[in-house]
């Protein structure tokens, strides 16, 4: 299952208001009905998802085009596909 590329959920970050100290597990394949988080939709695949620990509570960009470079978090690579 080389070269599988991740669906995209969306060609924007989802905005998601985190707590402190809590951990999050980020859809990286993009087909979870509980985006931008894991809901096990990647079993069979070669995706997995990705830990995001909030260090402060506040807002978050997570990426949602799941092709970003910084992990869970946005880095506008949604703007180039």
């Given at each position: 299952?080389?070269?599988?590329?991740?669906?995209?959920?969306?060609?924007?970050p989802?905005?998601?208001?985190?707590?402190?100290?809590?951990?999050?597990?980020?859809?990286?394949?993009?087909?979870?009905?509980?985006?931008?988080?894991?809901?096990?939709?990647?079993?069979?695949?070669?995706?997995?998802?990705?830990?995001?620990?909030?260090?402060?509570?506040?807002?978050?960009?997570?990426?949602?085009?799941?092709?970003?470079?910084?992990?869970?978090l946005?880095?506008?690579?949604?703007?180039?596909?």
């Amino acid at each position: 299952m080389p070269d599988q590329q991740p669906v995209i959920a969306q060609k924007s970050p989802f905005v998601v208001e985190v707590e402190a100290g809590k951990t999050y597990w980020w859809c990286s394949c993009g087909q979870s009905d509980l985006q931008p988080f894991c809901d096990g939709s990647h079993e069979g695949s070669s995706f997995t998802p990705v830990e995001y620990k909030a260090n402060e509570s506040g807002s978050v960009y997570f990426c949602g085009c799941k092709h970003s470079a910084n992990g869970a978090l946005c880095d506008g690579s949604h703007e180039k596909l």
